[in-house]
């Protein structure tokens, strides 16, 4: 009963989180998790001074969080912003350029890294990671948006923007 007839809610939240993230120069996240019927789930609170916004999942890891930013529709982009984060991860300089070099055609992100034979899950994980930021920024979301979080152990949401932008630093990584 409370799942249908939803469509003019979701398009409501939708609009909430991207307005809220365009107008505001710090937001705060938090999240937290709860198991039920032997299932876990995370919710994620992001708000500033006029919005809240929150999302659910299976899991709690930073494309997680990362896809909540983008309202669960995500997008790629490789700009200064995605090469940044990839050389501040530790990303190998090959692997770097070989995504430098072979851009982003805006088709299925999973099938791109196939092509480019990048298949080592922690490769991958960086590389998408990278591929999120930057298409946050390209969405027009300020790369010096400051996120703060209490930074408590296990958090996904923690951020520094200190020289990087909107750059992911110690978030809950399994």
């Not at 990671?129 to 703060?148: D, S």
Request: glycine share 12%.
């Amino acid at each position: 009963m409370l799942a249908s007839g939803q469509e003019a809610f979701s398009a409501e939240k939708s609009g909430l989180l991207k307005t809220g993230l365009a107008v505001s120069s710090a937001v705060t996240v938090d999240d937290s998790g709860a198991r039920h019927r032997g299932q876990n789930g995370y919710v994620t609170v992001v708000s500033g001074p006029t919005f809240a916004w929150f999302g659910s999942a299976d899991n709690k890891s930073r494309i997680g969080f990362l896809t909540h930013l983008h309202d669960g529709q995500p997008s790629y982009a490789l700009n200064d912003i995605a090469l940044r984060h990839l050389q501040k991860q530790g990303l190998k300089a090959a692997l770097v350029e070989r995504l430098q070099t072979n851009l982003f055609a805006g088709d299925d992100w999973a099938a791109y890294l196939n092509r480019l034979g990048i298949c080592d899950e922690r490769h991958r994980r960086i590389a998408t990671e990278a591929g999120l930021l930057g298409g946050l920024v390209a969405k027009g979301i300020h790369p010096m948006l400051a996120i703060v979080s209490d930074g408590a152990g296990g958090s996904s949401t923690s951020w520094s923007t200190a020289s990087a932008g909107c750059i992911p630093s110690a978030w809950y990584t399994s």
